[in-house]
């Protein structure tokens, strides 16, 4: 056998011994990542989502919050009010109910 050859047959039973540390490590960082939400993405924001279909566009965040800033939405952390869901955000104009819709739902998968 060559040294290269035998070079080879080391690096190969070194990587082997090596999988079951990154098979671990790959699981573990699995378990460190949010997990998304269960359920259907439509129903998280419950009546909210209709109410967002007739308001009018172009609208603000602050508009947003005036009209609809009690109703809840589902969060990763049980439910919010949309107020509460819009407070990190600065006051940004949004299109349409799906530029809104996108937005929250965003928010809340943080």
Do not use: C
Not at 2 to 22: H, L
Not at 58 to 78: F, I, N, R, S
Request: glycine residues 6%; proline residues 3%; charged residues 40%.
């Amino acid at each position: 056998m060559t040294n290269s050859q035998q070079g080879n047959d080391e690096n190969e039973a070194d990587g082997a011994q090596r999988q079951p540390d990154r098979d671990r490590e790959e699981v573990r960082d699995r378990d460190d990542e949010n997990e998304a939400m269960a359920g259907d993405p439509d129903n998280r924001l419950g009546e909210l989502d209709d109410a967002l279909e007739t308001h009018e566009y172009p609208t603000t965040t602050d508009e947003l919050v005036a009209a609809y800033g009690d109703h809840e939405v589902e969060t990763q952390d049980g439910t919010k009010a949309l107020e509460d869901v819009l407070a990190a955000t600065d006051d940004q104009t949004f299109v349409s109910a799906d530029d809104v819709r996108s937005r929250i739902l965003g928010l809340i998968h943080r």
